[in-house]
Each structure stands twice: as C-alpha cells, then as structure tokens.
T-cell receptor, first 113, second 115 residues
C-alpha cells in the first residue's frame, strides 16, 4: 500500500540547533511532495513544495527540503531553529498516478530557549 | 494510534444532487475538525474550521451555503456539498484535533466526482 513515513515522532532541540526531519514515501513513479506545519492552536500552513526541477527546495521561514528520488525521501531541514518553530510538521505526497494526497503521521518539534 | 475515519472514500453523483461526507474520530475526542479541498496536483486548501457545538468558520471564498458543515459531537463532523456541480469535483480531506494532546490526525479523504 502507498504510504508516507515520518520516523521522528517527537524532536526536542535547543534554539540555534540544526534540524532535519525525515520523510520517506513508498510510491513509484512521479510524485509531488509537500511539507506542512501546524503551529499550536492553528491550522495547517504550507512550508514548501516540490513539483519538478531543482531537488533542493527553499521554503518559508528558512526551511528547505531535498528530494532524493533514489531514496524516496524528502527530508526537511533548517540550519538554526528558533523557539517559534515549535510546531507539528507533516510531510505529504501526491502520486501523479492516483492524484491522492497522503499525509505522514507528523513530527512534533519542541524548541527550548 | 488515533484514527480518523472518513466516509465515503469515493463517490460519484449527478449534477444538482447533494453529497454528505462524514469524518469521525474513532478513539479520541476532537474539539476542532478541519475540512480541506485538494485540487488536482496542487496542495491543500483549507475550506473551514468547525468546533463542536458551534458554527463553522469558513475561509474566504468558500460558499457556506454550498458547503454545509455540521459538528454535532466531539467525534463526528459532516460536510455536505449541496447542489453539486462538476466544478465541485475534487478530493476532500478532513482532519481532527485531539482534545487531550492537541495532535492533528487526518482522514483518508473522499474523491468526489460530479457528472
């Protein structure tokens, strides 16, 4: 079955630490990839997306993600996190065969000052 | 783990008819549920936020008379697409926020095709 895996369920960091959140998917073929963020008490917001082209994607708030097709991965990174990055992060994938959007289970990030 | 059940997963209807989509949190209570729409090959668009026992809050540009949302209990929210037209054909997905830990869980989505 098609799936999206986020292996880090809960990440705790100090401010200025570097962040990498893993995302792997099991689809074959062409995919579109997304990272969404949910800040406490708010709804989802799009951080960044990959459709085609440069596999290194820059998003808002200093986030970036790299699509590595051979590894079926789309990991999210930020060189230096801030307290305000405390949130839940969701990876999502659309298989262009099915057009169906599937979410990972999310990673809760807590950043301490 | 917590599960959100969304039903039906796939529906075809005639133009002018209404379609109801259910979103249930199976093993947790959800104070807030969100309804999203996904256009082909694009990212999600938030349609509305519903809180149990109160009226839904719709995003700008979403017709509240067309997309009726009911959140009558802590485990069930429904989205009714009234007088559906072909342009309403889309993938609809719900999510529920857990009352206890504020975590967000997603339904598996409903593919609506209006003929």
């Amino acid at each position: 079955a098609q799936s999206v895996s986020q292996h880090n369920h809960h990440v705790i960091l100090s401010e200025a630490a570097s962040l990498e959140l893993g995302c792997n998917y099991s689809y074959g073929g062409t995919v579109n990839l997304f990272w969404y963020v949910q800040y406490p008490g708010q709804h989802l917001q799009l951080l960044l997306k990959y459709f085609s082209g440069d596999p290194l994607v820059k998003g808002i708030k200093g986030f970036e993600a790299e699509f590595i097709k051979s590894k079926f991965s789309f990991n999210l990174r930020k060189p230096s996190v801030q307290w305000s990055d405390t949130a839940e992060y969701f990876c999502a994938v659309i298989s262009l065969n099915t057009d169906k959007l599937i979410f990972g289970t999310g990673t809760r990030l807590q950043v301490f000052p | 783990g917590a599960v959100v059940s969304q039903h039906p997963s796939w529906v075809i209807c005639k133009s002018g008819t209404s379609v109801k989509i259910e979103c249930r949190s199976l093993d947790f209570q959800a104070t807030t549920m969100f309804w999203y729409r996904q256009f082909p090959k694009q990212s999600l668009m938030l349609m509305a936020t519903s809180n149990e026992g109160s009226k839904a809050t719709y995003e700008q540009g979403v017709e509240k008379d067309k997309f009726l949302i009911n959140h009558a209990s802590l485990t069930l929210s429904t989205l009714t697409v009234t007088s559906a037209h072909p342009e309403d054909s889309s993938f609809y997905i719900c999510s529920a926020r857990s009352l206890t830990n504020e975590k967000l869980f997603f339904g598996s989505g409903t593919q609506l095709s209006v003929l």
